[in-house]
């Protein structure tokens, strides 16, 4: 694996997302991401996961400015294989905690709502769904999962304003489930994990897959007519514009 981290302690799998200081999300991350999925849930020795990323960033999101030299057919696969890993981290039979010790915006908030629970780190950090700032089309699955956490009426507004949290509101709304220091997010997220793995696994399965049934239907719903608009909008004159400024500017950052 190139940009994850898999370490096993007894019945329990860390997951660290490892690419780059911020685990920006390409291509081979998204893949690499459904393949440690698959290979956890036919693992038996492996009852529950936890999924992290590196001091101070759990994911900054989507990679936008390797998204932005893809050409058709490769956003096309992009977004078809991030559906494809929303859907399966989601319906994962295994417990899954979201160990979040940095800053979690758009895609790297997506990958934590898919998890079963949620600790994050206090301080400077910020966590939401920014994609209409960024210029994104929100696909319906996303506010899916999002309202499925928070609720509809917040995540609706939430997402219209592009709204970035930081850890003790994420937590008043529902969208964090416990805030605490950085050094102690990996423990508090071993211990909400035993409290799952202390269950009947079949019982657990069985119990979230029906209190998820409804999500889940929504998640796997037919790609292209759900992700179209999101594409479309993606090949617009006005947002390819907007999203070579936005990568000129990340570029005079870094340099």
């Not at 096993?8 to 999925?37: W, Y």
């Not at 996303?142 to 997402?159: C, K, N, P, T």
């Not at 211990?191 to 409804?214: E, H, I, M, V, W």
């Given at each position: 694996m190139n940009t994850l981290a898999i370490e096993t302690h007894g019945e329990?799998?860390?997951?660290?997302?490892?690419?780059?200081?911020?685990?920006?999300?390409?291509?081979?991350?998204?893949?690499?991401?459904?393949?440690?999925?698959?290979?956890?849930?036919?693992?038996?020795?492996?009852?529950?996961?936890?999924?992290t990323g590196q001091?101070?960033?759990?994911?900054?999101?989507?990679?936008?400015?390797?998204?932005?030299?893809?050409?058709?057919?490769?956003?096309?696969?992009?977004?078809?294989?991030?559906?494809?890993?929303?859907?399966?981290?989601?319906?994962?039979?295994?417990?899954?905690?979201?160990?979040?010790?940095?800053?979690?915006?758009?895609?790297?908030?997506?990958?934590?709502?898919?998890?079963?629970?949620?600790?994050?780190?206090?301080?400077?950090?910020?966590i939401g769904l920014n994609e209409l700032p960024v210029g994104i089309v929100v696909p319906a699955p996303i506010y899916a999962l999002y309202a499925h956490v928070i609720g509809e009426r917040r995540a609706h507004q939430y997402l219209l304003e592009g709204r970035l949290m930081p850890p003790q509101e994420a937590f008043a709304c529902g969208l964090v489930d416990q805030v605490v220091p950085e050094a102690e997010v990996l423990a508090t997220a071993q211990a909400q994990l035993n409290k799952y793995l202390a269950l009947n696994p079949k019982a657990f399965q069985k119990s979230k897959q029906n209190l998820r049934a409804g999500l889940l239907q929504q998640l796997h719903a037919p790609f292209e007519p759900t992700f179209r608009s999101t594409l479309d909008h993606w090949w617009s004159p006005e947002s390819r514009a907007a999203i070579a400024e936005m990568v000129e500017r990340f570029s005079q950052k870094s340099g």
């Amino acid at each position: 694996m190139n940009t994850l981290a898999i370490e096993t302690h007894g019945e329990t799998q860390i997951v660290r997302l490892q690419r780059g200081k911020s685990n920006p999300m390409d291509a081979e991350l998204v893949d690499e991401l459904r393949e440690a999925i698959r290979e956890a849930n036919i693992d038996p020795d492996i009852r529950g996961l936890i999924l992290t990323g590196q001091p101070g960033f759990f994911s900054v999101g989507l990679d936008v400015k390797a998204l932005y030299a893809y050409d058709r057919e490769e956003m096309y696969d992009f977004w078809q294989a991030l559906a494809a890993l929303i859907a399966e981290l989601s319906a994962s039979p295994k417990p899954w905690v979201a160990a979040i010790n940095g800053h979690s915006p758009a895609g790297g908030c997506v990958l934590a709502l898919c998890c079963d629970w949620r600790v994050m780190a206090e301080g400077k950090y910020k966590i939401g769904l920014n994609e209409l700032p960024v210029g994104i089309v929100v696909p319906a699955p996303i506010y899916a999962l999002y309202a499925h956490v928070i609720g509809e009426r917040r995540a609706h507004q939430y997402l219209l304003e592009g709204r970035l949290m930081p850890p003790q509101e994420a937590f008043a709304c529902g969208l964090v489930d416990q805030v605490v220091p950085e050094a102690e997010v990996l423990a508090t997220a071993q211990a909400q994990l035993n409290k799952y793995l202390a269950l009947n696994p079949k019982a657990f399965q069985k119990s979230k897959q029906n209190l998820r049934a409804g999500l889940l239907q929504q998640l796997h719903a037919p790609f292209e007519p759900t992700f179209r608009s999101t594409l479309d909008h993606w090949w617009s004159p006005e947002s390819r514009a907007a999203i070579a400024e936005m990568v000129e500017r990340f570029s005079q950052k870094s340099g």
